[in-house]
C-alpha cells in the first residue's frame, strides 16, 4: 500500500511538472515567428499519415514511416464521425490512442479536426447529421442544382461542430499534460469544388445584404484589390469578387467560431490548410476550391477568424516557379509560414529548405505511410526526407532560431537547371546544380538538386545540400579570397564537431560539392 501511493504521488507530481511547463505558442518578433514547444524554438520535421490511416490496425506502419523518416512530429486525423458517433455522445478512445503511442515513440503530434470540411466535402461529419440534410444542409449551386460541400451559413452546422470541438479540445487539455500535441488543424482545406459559392435562398439573401464593416476598412479592400470599394452589397463592393469573397468571408467566421470555442477550452495553436490556386496565372474561382484561404483571400480570414493563428499552403503544384510564388506568398508578417502538406516525392525535398529560409516554422509531406498499397514509393520518399531529417534534428533548437533571425539562405534548382546564386553579408554565394568537377557539372536527370547556408559568422558558414556544387566570392570583386578551412562534419547539441578536413580536390574544381546524400560542411573564408 505504501509503494502504491508513493507511486501514485509520483506520477501526481510528473502531472504537476507537465502542467506547469509552458504550452506551444507561436511567439512574432517583427514580423518573423517561432514555434516553441517546452518554451524552447521547435522546427517542425513533420510527416502525415494517410486520411484513412489514424485506427488502431494501421498505426504500426505509421510509425514505421515516421521512424524511417527521422520526423519529430506525426501529422495525424482525428475524425469527427468517431468522435461523436450518437449525438452528444463522445468517444475519445482514438485520442487516447494516438497520445499514447507518440509519447512511447517520442513524437510529437498535429492533430487534424476532420469535421465540417474535409477536401471541401461533408464526408466526415457523423451519420447522424448526413441523415438530417434538412437540418445540416449543403450548398446548393447557382442553377438550382446540390453541391457536394457543406453550406457555411447552416447554423445548425456550426453549433454541432462547435460542441465537437470544444469536447475534443477540453479533452486533449485533460489527457495531454505534457503538450504532445502541439498544434491543431481546423477543418481540411475547406471551401467548395463545384460552385463558387452558396446560392441557396438564405445565402442570396445574405448576398444582397451590405458587407459587413470590417471588410470596408482602407487597408482591407486594398489588400483584397478594391481599394475603391463604397458601403453596399457584395457586388456593389467587389464587382466580379463578389461570389468568392462572399464564400470566404462565411467559411471563414464559421471556422474562426469553432476555432475560438476550441481555443477557449485549450488555447494551442491552430491553423487551417489551404487547396491552392495557381499563384502566377490568377485563374477564375470556378477552377478551384472557392472559399478556402487561397492567397487572393488571406485578408479575408485574418479578419473573419482571429483566433485562427495561420494559414498554411499545402504544396501540390508540379512547377517549381509556382511552389517558391506560393511559398512567398504565404509568408506573410502576420502569418507564420508552415507548409502541413506537400507531395511525397523527392521533388519536393528541396521545399523545406525554402520553408528555412523564409522563416517558417515547420514542414511536412503527406501520406508516408503505405496505407493498403496507396503509396508504393512511400519507403523511397520518406528515405529522401529522412536523410534530411537526420542531418537537421540534431541541430534544434538552434536551427528555429537561425531561421527566425533570418540566417537561412536556400538555393533550389529549378526546372531549367541554371545555376543560383545569393549575397549574404559581404559574400556572393554561387551554385550549380549536377554531378562532376568544373564549373558546368553535369546536369541533373530531375531538379533535385539544392543547398542550404547557414550563416555562423561574417566569415563562417555551415552548409549542407544534395547534387550540386558551392563556390563564394567577395561582393567587392577587386578582394582576393580563400577557403580558410572546409570541415565535413555533425552538428550536435549547439557544437560543430568535424569529422576531416576538406581540400585539395575536395574544394578545387568549382568549390566543394555534394552528392546524392546530404552532408553538413562548415565553410570558413579569408580576404587575403
Same mark, same amino acid.
Given at each position: ?24 505558442s507561436?511567439v512574432?518578433?517583427q514580423?518573423?515567428?517561432?514555434l516553441?514547444v ?28 515516421v ?11 482525428v475524425?469527427?464521425?468517431?468522435l ?25 503530434l ?9 477536401n ?10 448526413k ?12 442553377k ?8 457555411p ?25 505534457a ?24 445565402a442570396?439573401?445574405?448576398?444582397e ?6 471588410l ?5 479592400l ?16 467587389f ?20 476555432a475560438?470555442?476550441?481555443?477557449a ?24 476550391e ?12 485574418k ?5 485562427i ?7 501540390y503544384?508540379p512547377?517549381d ?5 506560393v ?5 506573410r ?11 511525397? #516525392?523527392s521533388?519536393?525535398? *528541396?521545399?523545406?529548405?525554402s $520553408?528555412l529560409?523564409?522563416? =517558417?516554422? /515547420? !514542414?511536412? &509531406? ?6 493498403g498499397?496507396?503509396s508504393?514509393n ?24 537561425w ?7 536556400a ?7 541554371a545555376?543560383? #546564386?545569393?549575397k549574404i553579408? *559581404?559574400?556572393?554565394?554561387? $551554385?550549380?546544380?549536377?554531378? =562532376?568537377? /568544373? !564549373?558546368? &557539372? ?10 542550404l ?43 560543430? #564537431? ?31
Amino acid at each position: 500500500m505504501i509503494k502504491c501511493l508513493s507511486a501514485l504521488a509520483a506520477l501526481a507530481l510528473v502531472a504537476r511538472c507537465y502542467a506547469q511547463s509552458p504550452m506551444p505558442s507561436i511567439v512574432d518578433n517583427q514580423g518573423r515567428h517561432t514555434l516553441l514547444v517546452d518554451g524552447k524554438p521547435f522546427f517542425i520535421l513533420g510527416g502525415q499519415a494517410h486520411n484513412s490511416s489514424a485506427w488502431p490496425a494501421l498505426l504500426p506502419q505509421v510509425w514505421t514511416a515516421v521512424d524511417q523518416m527521422h520526423a519529430n512530429t506525426l501529422e495525424i486525423p482525428v475524425y469527427w464521425e468517431q468522435l461523436e458517433p450518437q449525438e452528444g455522445k463522445f468517444d475519445f478512445s482514438l485520442v487516447d490512442t494516438l497520445l499514447t503511442q507518440a509519447q512511447t515513440h517520442h513524437t510529437r503530434l498535429v492533430l487534424l479536426w476532420f469535421a465540417t470540411w474535409k477536401n471541401g466535402s461533408d464526408h466526415y461529419m457523423p451519420a447522424w447529421m448526413k441523415l438530417q440534410a434538412t437540418t445540416y444542409p449543403n450548398c446548393i449551386g447557382v442553377k438550382g442544382n446540390p453541391i457536394d460541400s457543406p453550406s457555411p451559413i447552416a447554423e445548425a452546422t456550426l453549433l454541432a461542430d462547435k460542441k465537437a470541438f470544444t469536447a475534443f479540445m477540453r479533452y486533449l487539455k485533460k489527457a495531454d499534460p505534457a503538450h504532445t500535441v502541439i498544434m491543431v488543424q481546423v477543418e481540411n482545406e475547406p471551401g467548395a469544388w463545384g460552385t463558387v459559392r452558396d446560392y441557396s435562398p438564405a445565402a442570396q439573401r445574405l448576398f444582397e445584404k451590405p458587407v459587413p464593416a470590417e471588410l470596408l476598412q482602407p487597408e482591407v479592400l486594398k489588400a483584397l484589390g478594391h481599394p475603391d470599394g463604397a458601403a453596399g452589397s457584395w457586388s456593389k463592393v467587389f464587382g466580379a469578387d463578389a461570389d468568392e469573397y462572399f464564400q470566404a468571408w462565411y467559411v471563414a467566421r464559421f471556422i474562426g467560431e469553432v476555432a475560438a470555442a476550441g481555443k477557449a477550452e485549450y488555447p494551442l495553436p491552430l491553423y487551417v490548410n489551404v487547396a491552392l490556386r495557381d499563384p502566377l496565372t490568377h485563374p477564375t474561382a470556378n477552377s478551384y476550391e472557392s472559399g478556402g484561404a487561397t492567397d487572393n483571400v488571406i485578408p479575408i480570414y485574418k479578419i473573419a477568424a482571429p483566433a485562427i493563428d495561420l494559414v498554411a499552403p499545402d504544396i501540390y503544384l508540379p512547377e517549381d516557379d509556382k511552389c517558391r510564388k506560393v511559398i512567398d506568398l504565404y509568408t506573410r508578417p502576420d502569418n507564420a509560414l508552415l507548409v502541413p502538406e506537400a507531395a511525397l #516525392t523527392s521533388a519536393k525535398v *528541396g521545399y523545406l529548405y525554402s $520553408v528555412l529560409a523564409h522563416g =517558417g516554422i /515547420g !514542414f511536412s &509531406p503527406f501520406g508516408i505511410d503505405d496505407n493498403g498499397g496507396e503509396s508504393p514509393n512511400a519507403p523511397d520518399s520518406c528515405t529522401a526526407f529522412g536523410e534530411e531529417y537526420a542531418l537537421l534534428a540534431p541541430m534544434l533548437p538552434q536551427l528555429a532560431e537561425w531561421a527566425a533571425q533570418g540566417k537561412i539562405s536556400a538555393l533550389l534548382e529549378s526546372d531549367d537547371h541554371a545555376d543560383e #546564386t545569393v549575397k549574404i553579408d *559581404g559574400w556572393q554565394a554561387r $551554385v550549380m546544380f549536377g554531378t =562532376g568537377r /568544373g !564549373f558546368h &557539372p553535369r546536369p541533373n536527370g530531375r531538379s533535385t538538386g539544392k543547398v542550404l547556408i547557414i550563416q555562423q559568422d561574417r566569415n563562417t558558414f555551415l552548409v549542407t545540400g544534395t547534387l550540386a556544387r558551392i563556390t563564394f566570392k567577395p561582393t567587392d570583386s577587386g578582394k582576393a579570397w580563400q577557403y580558410l578551412r572546409v570541415e565535413e562534419g555533425s552538428y550536435v547539441g549547439g557544437i560543430f #564537431t568535424p569529422s576531416r578536413i576538406l581540400n585539395g580536390d575536395e574544394t578545387d574544381w568549382g568549390g566543394p560539392a555534394f552528392g546524392p546524400v546530404p552532408t553538413l560542411l562548415r565553410i570558413t573564408l579569408n580576404i587575403r
